[in-house]
């Protein structure tokens, strides 16, 4: 028993149909040449995973297959290859001590900040209540200031 690849089954599906390769080009407006890519299993050609998937789900549609059942085998045929594993992108140094800089900065400006802020709510809570006075009644003696207010 030979079992068929994901782009095997959807040439076959194509071909039952009786649609050419520019025909489904022209419906899903995927390009010929990732068509082709598809239908080899040249999968690693391909832009990222996410664009391979949306490609399989709306080949599969076309030709009328269940868009998840062809990314589910898709994906099932991806994790048996080990060397398909996409490997974690790998930072420069220069990349490293740049963005170790912008962090120390952030980190500096969210300080002062936090300073200001600090020092704004300790002037607000230790500011005198009782002794706001305005400077004419506060030069005034507490004998003439009662006279001024009647008077």
Known sequence: MIIETVGTTLRHHRETRRMSLAEVSRVTRIPLSTLE???????????????????????????????????????????IGAAD????????????????????????IALVLLLILFTLALSIVLKPRGRDMPPELSQLTPSSASESLRG
């Not at 930072?91 to 980190?107: L, T």
């Open 37 to 79: 890519a598809i239908e080899q299993d040249h999968f690693d050609d391909l832009p990222g995973e996410v664009f391979v998937k949306g490609f399989l789900k709306s080949y599969a549609q076309t030709v009328g297959l269940v868009p998840d059942d062809v990314v589910a085998r898709y994906a099932a045929s991806r994790r």
């Open 85 to 108: 594993v996409n490997p974690l992108p790998v930072a420069s140094p220069v990349h490293a001590a740049r963005e170790g800089q912008s962090r120390r900065f952030g980190v500096a």
